[in-house]
C-alpha cells in the first residue's frame, strides 16, 4: 500500500473512532492526530523536555504554502521541517503542532518537548500550534479550527496542558505577522485568549 493510501485509510479509521468515541461518555477526545512516522517526518534530535501542564498555547502560521488534503499536508509538514532543521540548523521541526486545511493535526514535537515557535521564555513554558498557510487576507477553513480546539481539549483531558490554559496569539509574544490578521482576529473570540 503506498504512503499516501496507508495515510488516507488512517485518517478515515481515526475519524470513525472518533465518531465512536463521541457516542460514550469518555473524556474529552483529539481530533485525529498524525504521528510523526505517518507524515515521514525526519528523526528529532530534541532533547529538551517541557513541564507539564503547560500554562500557554501560542498561535501561529506558517506564513508559507496552505494544504487542503492529507497527501499535501503530508508534503507540507515535510517541507517545514526540512526547512527548520535543515536551513535553520534547529533540532527538529519547530512546533509542537501543525493544523492542515485538510482538519488533521499533523505531530510535531509533540506535547513532551520544547518548541523553537518564539521567544526563548516563551518557548520553555507554552505549546506551540501552527497553522499551515498564510493567513493575513483569508480565514482557515472551519474544520481545521475545529482540529486546533479539539487539540486543546485534548491536552487538557491528558493533563498536557493547565485546566487554565491561556491562548496567545504569536504576534502577542514576538514582533511579527504571525498568525496573521485574519486567524488573529479568530483567535481573539476564542474563551482562553489573553493578550497579555
Not at 485518517?11 to 460514550?24: D, E, P, V
Request: glycine letters at 8%.
Amino acid at each position: 500500500m503506498s504512503r499516501r493510501r496507508a495515510l488516507l485509510a488512517w485518517a478515515l479509521l481515526s475519524l470513525l473512532r472518533l465518531g465512536k468515541a463521541q457516542n460514550t461518555e469518555a473524556p474529552a477526545c483529539c481530533s485525529p492526530i498524525v504521528p510523526r512516522r505517518e507524515w515521514g517526518a525526519l528523526a528529532s534530535k530534541c532533547i529538551t523536555p517541557l513541564s507539564q501542564p503547560v500554562r500557554y498555547v501560542v498561535v501561529s502560521h506558517t506564513a508559507g504554502s496552505s494544504c487542503n488534503t492529507p497527501a499535501s499536508c503530508q508534503q507540507q509538514a515535510q517541507n517545514v521541517q526540512y526547512y527548520h532543521m535543515k536551513r535553520q540548523d534547529w533540532c527538529d521541526v519547530a512546533y509542537n503542532f501543525l493544523i492542515g486545511e485538510d482538519g488533521l493535526v499533523y505531530e510535531g514535537r509533540g506535547w513532551g518537548f520544547k518548541g523553537d515557535h518564539s521567544s526563548h521564555l516563551w518557548n520553555t513554558m507554552s505549546i506551540g500550534i501552527t497553522f499551515m498557510g498564510n493567513y493575513m487576507d483569508r480565514v482557515p477553513p472551519a474544520r481545521a479550527l475545529r482540529a486546533a480546539q479539539s487539540l486543546l481539549a485534548c491536552g487538557v483531558a491528558q493533563r498536557a496542558l493547565s485546566s487554565k490554559y491561556e491562548v496567545k496569539g504569536h504576534r502577542d509574544v514576538q514582533r511579527t505577522l504571525s498568525p496573521g490578521d485574519q486567524l488573529y482576529n479568530i483567535i481573539q473570540n476564542w474563551p482562553r485568549y489573553r493578550a497579555t
